[in-house]
């Protein structure tokens, strides 16, 4: 699982380089959240701009990060790419993310 982690304008900022999380790599995804949020201050944005495909074993390692993160550190969403808002939108977990339309640093959602 590649992840990639900054600072931006105090934010931490994780960047998945990858265009899915599903079954082979949720379990992956939140060992490595695990040791990159080790250092995160009140706020994680976790940048889905190069994902195009979350299922709900994905879904639910994202929710897992959300709640081992909680409630010392926020975390966000942004940049989703079409197919993943909107099964962020059907499983209603837009109204438990924040969702940016684009990354710190400029990144948005590439196009499929």
Known sequence: MNLLSELVDGTQVVRVEEERIDASVAIQFKDRMRDLSAQSGDRLILDLGRVNFVDSSGLG????????????CRLELAALTPMVGKV?????????????????????AKAL
């Open 61 to 72: 390692a994202i929710v897992a990060v959300m709640k081992f993160l909680a409630p010392a």
């Open 88 to 108: 962020f939108h059907m499983t209603r977990m837009d109204s438990v993310f924040a969702i940016h339309p684009t990354a710190p640093g400029g990144r948005t």
